[in-house]
């Protein structure tokens, strides 16, 4: 086992991370905006490697909301505290107000979500419980799209129970009194030596830094410094997160980059109580590549999951829809094997609107993307396959001709076309088989190939993944077909794979 670690920690898109301990057990959850289930939670004994256990909200409410694609709603900001012997996980819902749910166990049950302020707008939402009064608070920032605020953290006093807020809120943090800040958001709120301390990052996701805030009374006034930024590292942004404190007293941060089309990938940085009782994280206030790890007993290298056989028709737990599942949309059977229904749309031309896309996280590093594909479905227009989708999207798969005759088709669509066009001539694919791959290299720069029986054959000009806004690209296995009558049929994946290149 090496003595050190490099970060990323986690090197893909888990975006505005949170973290606690519990035991000798460390737990994180990470925004997951309108894709279901939502957000995730992942395990880790050493803060290094980190495994994906399950996810909190098995679907987004209201139902008729999230039931097509709203990639940048939904869950904002998550924060993922322990109290009373419950875990409790609060967030923002820009467009609908501040929601929480709990559970005795991070494998749940979890309840099922609470409203607790309503409003445009509200977004990165932290509660704290004051063991010492027996006193909770709460703190949120502010979606300017929404709400026309900005760069202002509000705080509250919240029931005990977690259920409302028992006044109406005050701004304790005004970023536009703060010389040089903008766009304070994401804060973080906690009890240390005597301090309320909120641990928020401000100057935007891309170029930003990590301030530290501390007050003696919770409606302030705080004092505020910059502990984390860029200097001449390649870390940009270094951007929100939280910090934990092992059974042994270690201080330590995880916090996110951002990395265009990568999505927002999580790092760790040790973490000191300065002699002026400041907070000091990574190099003295300069995100670290590598670092001696955490003084915690040693373990296995593990990341969560990505390849999948798909035993039973069961898709694993690193798979997200994106947007509430429909009934039948994915089938278990007796076999390995995913098996999807061709869904009837009218958007089967344009997957950026298609709620029944299965997805996963785009990888960091450059990778090999491989699944096998059977395209079941007999009607003409039915078509499944791979895909990178963000704002602009590219795919490879099947798709039944008017003939009824299977044939290899590579499409894409860029970020303002509202449409699909092809990438490569259609070829034929007699059998109804192939065996689709994309090369992912350096800058997400994907090369799409095909082997329908005679070997890997290149298909079509590189393609350049992008994000979403907030988003990182992800990979997708979709099926579907055009409008119209009937039983469209279904498409069986197979073995997916993603490794080194």
Known sequence: MTTAYRNPVLDADWSDPDVVRVGDDFYLTASSFGRAPGLPLLHSRDLVSWTLVGHALERLEPEARFASPRHDCGVWAPSLRHHDDRFWIFWGDPDQGIFQINAPEIRGPWTRPHLVKEGRGLIDPCPLWDDATGEAYLVHAWAKSRSGIRNR????????????????????????????????????????DGWFWILAPAGGVATGWQGALRSREFFGPYQERIVLEQRDT???????????????????????????AYGRVVHLQPMRWGDDGWPVLGDEGAPVAEHPRPGLPAQPPAAPATDDDFPGGRFGRQWQWTANPGEGWATQHSGDGLRLACVRSGDAHDLRRLPHVLTQRLPGKPCVVDVGLRLDATGPGARAGLAVLGDAFGWIG???????????????????????????????????????????????????????????????????ATPWRWVGALLGLFAAAPEGPGHAGAATFSQFRISAP
């Open 398 to 464: 099947l798709e039944r001709g008017a003939d009824g005759a299977a044939r290899l088709v590579h499409r894409f669509a860029e970020a303002v076309a509202d449409r699909e066009r092809d990438a490569a001539s259609a070829r034929p694919a007699p059998e109804g088989r192939a065996r689709l791959r994309i090369e992912i290299g350096a800058a997400a720069r994907c090369r799409f190939s095909y082997d329908v029986g005679a070997g890997f054959v290149p298909s079509g000009p590189v393609f350049a």
């Open 153 to 192: 953290l509000t705080g509250h006093r919240m029931h005990p129970d977690g259920t409302s807020l028992l006044d109406a809120g005050k701004v304790i943090v005004d970023g536009d009194r703060i010389p040089g800040w903008f766009t304070l958001e994401g804060p973080k709120l906690y009890r240390h």
């Open 234 to 260: 390649d870390v940009n942004g270094p951007h929100q997160g939280g910090w934990v404190r092992t059974r042994g007293g270690e201080d330590w941060f995880l916090h996110f980059q951002q990395r265009g």
